[in-house]
């Protein structure tokens, strides 16, 4: 099946570590998302990417930036990770191309990640 | 700007109980709106969706129909499962401008007990 896959499903790091969080899609969607999930909160949106045309939400601290090399492939990397930077890391692709422009996000199984 | 507003949780019921999770939104236009299911220790995964008013999502036995003049998209189910423990969020997309974010219900808790 097509899918959107996240890679670890879960991460340890270090206070102050950088680390980063991989995603990818089979479903060659252009919208690319990264989301931050807390204790089973709704998912806060941090960037997206349509195509390589980067999205920040005003909200999301520097200490987050993402890349896109390509359109299979996203990367959230977390530059010096505090303790409140532990959560659920959610990828989401959606294809808003056409007539399928109202169709829903896809989401991965989401990277839980943790900090020493 | 846009909102989703849905009923609060925890929601516990019985096995075989019915189902039903309010939602509410406001949003200019005719959004798209989905309900999304997240079991324990996953990802979001779609339910249901709807596109305009009138229609109707269904799956797996939910269902939720997209009703305008109430600005509602309540999902229920007949006879819920123990497999149904979940956290449900009502969602919407914009239908105009930039219509790449989803806003998010802050999520209702369901447990189903055998």
């Known amino acids: 099946d097509a899918m959107v896959i996240q890679n670890p499903r879960y991460q340890v790091t270090q206070f102050g570590k950088p680390v980063t969080l991989s995603c990818s899609q089979t479903?060659?969607?252009?919208?690319m998302y990264w989301y931050q999930q807390k204790s089973s909160q709704a998912p806060k949106l941090l960037f997206h990417?349509?195509?390589?045309?980067?999205?920040n939400e005003a909200d999301t601290p520097d200490n987050f930036q993402s890349r896109r090399p390509n359109t299979s492939f996203c990367f959230l990397d977390i530059r010096s990770p505090g303790l409140g930077d532990a959560a659920m890391y959610l990828c989401?692709?959606?294809?808003?191309?056409?007539?399928?422009?109202?169709?829903?996000?896809?989401f991965g199984d989401g990277t839980r990640l943790s900090i020493l | 700007g846009n909102s989703v507003t849905q009923m609060e949780g925890p929601v516990t019921l019985s096995e075989e109980a019915f189902l039903t999770i309010n939602c509410t939104y406001t949003?200019?236009?005719?959004?798209?709106l989905f309900w999304y299911v997240q079991y324990p220790g996953e990802g979001l995964q779609l339910l249901l969706k709807?596109?305009?008013?009138?229609d109707k999502g269904s799956n797996k036995g939910f269902e939720a129909t997209y009703r305008k003049e109430t600005t509602s998209f309540h999902l229920e189910k007949g006879s819920v499962q123990v497999s149904d423990s979940a956290v449900y969020f009502c969602?919407?997309?914009?239908?105009?401008?930039?219509?790449?974010?989803?806003?998010f219900g802050k999520g209702t808790l369901l447990t189903v007990n055998p």
């Open positions: 989401a692709t959606r294809d808003p191309q056409g007539a399928r422009f109202r169709q829903p996000q896809h």
């Open positions: 479903l060659n969607h252009n919208v």
């Open positions: 990417y349509y195509d390589k045309d980067f999205n």
């Open positions: 949003a200019t236009g005719y959004p798209s």
């Open positions: 709807a596109t305009k008013a009138d």
């Open positions: 969602a919407l997309h914009p239908s105009g401008g930039s219509n790449y974010k989803l806003t």
